[in-house]
C-alpha cells in the first residue's frame, strides 16, 4: 500500500471569510511541484477545510483530522530520526509540514529542507 497524503484544497473560507490556503498543505504540495516523481509513489488526497474532515476521522479519529497528514502505507519502512511518528486506529502517521518533508525526502531520494 502507498503512503497516503492528506491536503487541504485552497480558496477555502473560514467563517465567511477568506478566501484562505493552508501554509502548511502548501508547503508540502510545493515539494510536490519540484519532485513530480512522488506523485507516482504516494496517493495524494485533496479535503476540505470544513470539519468534520470524514476521510482523515475515518483513518485516525477525531483528534487527528488535521492537515497536513501522511498516513503511513507500509509501517516497517524506516523513518528518519527527525521524524515522529504517531499511531491512532492502527495507523502509523507524520503530521506537519516539515517532518512529512523529511520523510518524502529521504523515503524517496529527493532533495531535503535546508
Request: aromatic residues 10%; charged residues 25%; proline residues 10%.
Amino acid at each position: 500500500m502507498k503512503d497516503r497524503l492528506y491536503l487541504l484544497k485552497p480558496n477555502f473560507t473560514d467563517e465567511g471569510t477568506g478566501p484562505f490556503f493552508c501554509p502548511g498543505s502548501a508547503r508540502v504540495e510545493g515539494m510536490l511541484s519540484y519532485y513530480p516523481v512522488l506523485r507516482d509513489k504516494i496517493e495524494i488526497q485533496y479535503i476540505d477545510f470544513q470539519r468534520p474532515r470524514p476521510a482523515l476521522v475515518s483513518e485516525l479519529g477525531e483528534e487527528n483530522q488535521g492537515c497536513p497528514k501522511l498516513i503511513l502505507g507500509e509501517p516497517t519502512r524506516s523513518i528518519p530520526p527527525e521524524v515522529t511518528v504517531k499511531e491512532a486506529k492502527g495507523h502509523q502517521f507524520i503530521s506537519g509540514d516539515i517532518e512529512i518533508c523529511r520523510y518524502l525526502a529521504k523515503t524517496y531520494g529527493v532533495g531535503e529542507p535546508h
